[in-house]
């Protein structure tokens, strides 16, 4: 297959690898095959839209995805394909992303704060629904969109951050006086109002949201106004190694009673789900480029996929990827030659870049002969990862590998004990070819009907979108 996509790959050259003849049954395929030498992200379509068909099927209202997370085209064509049709946006580009790829999506712009410009484009493309937590806000999205009358404007209320891994409480929300006011002037002058709030991301604790809505619920009263939509926000977590929250039903279960006497009285309820959604639906496959006693020089790092790994010391799952191949001697020309040991050590990465924060101290646990040429897949890396990358030192990368059908190792909700895996555990994958005929047909979805929109080609960009009121 040397004339396959092998060459398409390079750190100076990345193309995106996922038309149906680059399908891979397992990210050892992706290894085996590509050989890349700069990191491919590497995503689990099953893993994805079974978990949006989740937050679907347990929340009692609209789910809206949280673009920022991860706002790769594939991702967002797997949202689709599971019957996501309402997106959380936050920038131009995001609505140019999304409006690009789905004509009918329903886009909710839901950055409290916003440029001018923004508003305008925004508003002419179609949007309608605007968040905000200050009145200066306020004016300027009734001023940008010419007093329209047709806005949804949401209120996004302070509340606390510290039931989550990271607090978000610190830079937006309005405090419960000020949210009083806002609904109450919102109200005037839009078509719907609703009230949002953040519990902080990777949010631990049920609890959190029952208290916001609490929160919510005052305000409501104070301002002595109709409600349109509670929308709960993002902070749903994921099981990340060291951090194992309870099951989302129990978040479901407490905003469920939480916010009944909302329903009751007719308020939708909206969440904005990021992490939750896709953090295991995609590994990165990084490299190593040199190893240093128990230091793992890498192709990723801090300023690449890997932020949370080196800014907060996040431990991501990994395991290694080394192609079985022939020959004598395991050196870097030859990997593979040798299985890897199967006796595991601590090691720390360090990333591509010359900076001294570009490392992630882990411990990761790995093979003890792990070395330079071998690849690791980090697993739990589909929200945040790829999205949180730079351009610094000239290192970035855009290669996406669709791993089907099931070879998703770091699924969703399993046992800490097998997210982690120990190389040799895994049964070797059987060789496939990449050849179409051979792909396993995916399982036909007859209520997703968009299930085959994943191979469809991208739709032409368009300005005017047909729900634009220009
Ligand atoms: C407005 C808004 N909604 C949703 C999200 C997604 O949050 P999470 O990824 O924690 O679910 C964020 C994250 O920053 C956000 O700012």
Known sequence: MDEHPSR??????????????????????????????????????????????????????????AVKCNPGADMLRHMYAAGIRHFDVASLEEIRVVRG?????KLHFMHPVKSREAIRKAYRKGIRDFALDSSAE???????????????????????????????????????SSAVDLLRQARKVAAR????????????DPKAYVGAIGRAADIVAKAKVKLDVLDVGGGFPAIYPDMTPPPLEAFMDAIKA???????????LWCEPGRAMVAAGA?????VTLRKGRRLYLNDGTYGSLFDAGALGWKFPV?????KKGGKGNTPQNAGALPPSEKLIPFSFYGPTCDNLDKMKGPFLLPEDTQEGDWIEIGMLGAYGSTMQTRFNGFHYEAVATVWPEAAPFAFERPRAQATLVTGV???????????????????APAQPAQLSLLAPIEAEREDHPAAAE
């Open 101 to 105: 790829l789905f004509r009918d999506a």
């Open 319 to 323: 395991r290694l990827v080394r192609p």
């Open 8 to 65: 398409l790959l390079g750190s100076e050259r990345t193309e995106n690898i996922t038309t149906p003849e680059y399908l891979f049954r397992t990210v050892d395929e992706v290894a085996k095959r590509l050989k890349p030498e700069a990191p491919v992200q590497c995503i689990f379509p099953e893993a994805v839209r079974a978990q949006a068909r989740r937050f679907q099927d347990l929340f009692p209202g609209e789910v809206l995805y």
């Open 258 to 268: 939480a916010a009944k006497p909302f329903v009751d009285q007719g308020t939708e």
């Open 426 to 444: 895994r049964p070797a994958p059987k060789p496939v070819t990449l050849a179409r005929a051979s792909r396993p047909a995916p399982k036909p």
């Open 138 to 176: 306020l004016m300027k999205i009734v001023e940008e969109t010419k007093s329209a009358r047709d806005l949804g404007l949401f209120i996004r209320v302070a509340v606390a951050g510290n039931s989550a891994a990271l607090d978000l409480s610190g830079k937006f929300g309005a405090a419960p």
């Open 283 to 287: 590994s990165i496959l990084a490299r």
């Open 193 to 204: 109002v609703g009230l949002c709030f953040h519990v902080g991301s990777q949010c631990m």
